[in-house]
């Protein structure tokens, strides 16, 4: 499903069931709209956190992994983000 106009923000969540830790639906659409939807723009200089465009809207979204205490960063979260903010800019150095 494609980011609707009214979202601003998704937050992934990872459960363990059985001894496995397993996504919920909402990483799951994470993963499918990285892959399939938004345009890649830049990686910060850790390469942990990713802008993406919605070619749909022109949007800007940015991928970050906000639980740096559990293995891989956590969960994912895509957050609507304004490129125009100077500290946008600086972290993914655009001009």
């Known amino acids: 499903m494609k980011l609707q106009p009214g979202e601003k923000r998704l937050d992934g969540k990872w459960t363990v069931t059985n001894g496995n830790m397993l996504a919920d639906d909402t990483c799951s659409r994470i ?7 938004l345009d890649r723009i830049a990686s910060d200089a850790s390469g ?9 809207d022109g949007r800007y979204w940015e991928l970050i992994y906000e639980q740096s205490d559990m293995h891989g960063g956590g969960p994912p979260s895509l957050v609507q983000v304004d490129v125009a903010t100077p500290g946008v800019k600086a972290k993914y150095g655009l001009s």
């Open 31 to 37: 993963e499918e709209l990285i892959a399939q939807h």
């Open 48 to 56: 942990w956190d990713t802008l993406y465009r919605d070619p749909d």
